[in-house]
């Protein structure tokens, strides 16, 4: 099928507490994103987005000629970094957004959402009727298992949610992720742009991603045990040139955002 094998997106669907097998289309992470845009935006259009990023996640709606709106952290005294909900919020506030993108854990500076913050975005989404488009590529790799938020498509009907086998699976070349959302008109222009592009996915990876998702306990422990591991070789690392180097240790994923 041009949304991916139903098996897989059987697999899929059982990672998340809402979402139907036809709420799931599996496509190129990359393309995940572009066809997502395209979907929903176009000319004079705003969007919020956390910054600094994966570049497509705010490019594409450049491209387009949206009105770029950016959620940065911030930074205190001792180089503390964390997004504040309140400059979400006064964002939200001024502009006529119609889009929220946020990638939590956040690539590439490692941090997160508490669960109170979370759910306070998710909240004021709702309330201006925004879209929440979450990449969520990095989830499954929080450090502390209670740490690790609630998927955004649980959440939310307008939430549209990026995943995929490339980060916490260890699966990049694969080219395997996912876009899944409780929107139906979405969903439905998402396929027919897909149509324009790769099409269907490729039917070998299907089956190497099923496999994977079958075995991600087992895979993201061993990442979670590597990345602990150079996390502390790091520490030791920046002890060492404290005065050339400073950093705020991430709490989750693969990615660190010295300075």
């Keep these: ?5 139903e098996e897989l997106r059987k697999e899929i669907a059982g990672l998340y507490d809402t979402v139907g097998v036809d709420e799931i289309n599996v496509v190129v992470p990359e393309e995940g994103i572009y066809l997502s845009m395209i979907a929903l935006l176009k000319q004079g259009d705003h969007v919020v987005v956390t910054f600094p990023g994966y570049q497509s996640l705010y490019e594409i709606a450049r491209s387009l000629g949206c009105h770029l709106h950016y959620w940065k952290p911030r930074s205190d005294e001792d180089g503390q970094l964390s997004f504040c909900v309140d400059d979400l919020n006064s964002i939200l506030d001024e502009n006529p957004v119609k889009l929220v993108v946020m990638n939590f854990p956040h690539n590439p500076t490692g941090k997160s959402l508490t669960t109170e913050q979370h759910a306070a975005v998710v909240g004021k989404c709702k309330e201006k009727n925004a879209y929440l488009f979450g990449d969520e590529m990095y989830r499954l790799l929080e450090y502390e298992p209670s740490c690790r938020l609630k ?58 991603a099923l ?18 591991e150079n996390i502390a070789l790091l520490v030791s690392f920046i002890g060492k040139y404290s005065q050339q180097i400073k950093w705020d240790p991430p709490q989750a994923g693969s990615i660190a955002f010295p300075k």
Excluded at 1 to 5: E, P
Excluded at 167 to 178: F, Q, T, V
Excluded at 190 to 206: F, M, Q, V, W
Aim: proline share 4%.
């Design 1 to 5: 099928m041009s949304t991916g094998s």
């Design 151 to 208: 998927s955004n498509v649980d959440c939310y009907d307008k939430a549209i949610i990026l995943s995929g086998v490339s980060k916490a699976l260890s699966c990049p070349g694969l080219r395997i992720g996912w876009i899944a959302s409780h929107d139906k008109q979405f969903m439905s222009r998402l396929a027919e742009l897909k149509d324009y592009t790769t099409i269907c996915p490729s039917g070998p990876s299907e089956v190497l």
């Design 211 to 228: 496999m994977a998702i079958r075995q991600a306990d087992r895979i993201v422990k061993n990442n979670l045990d590597i990345i602990k």
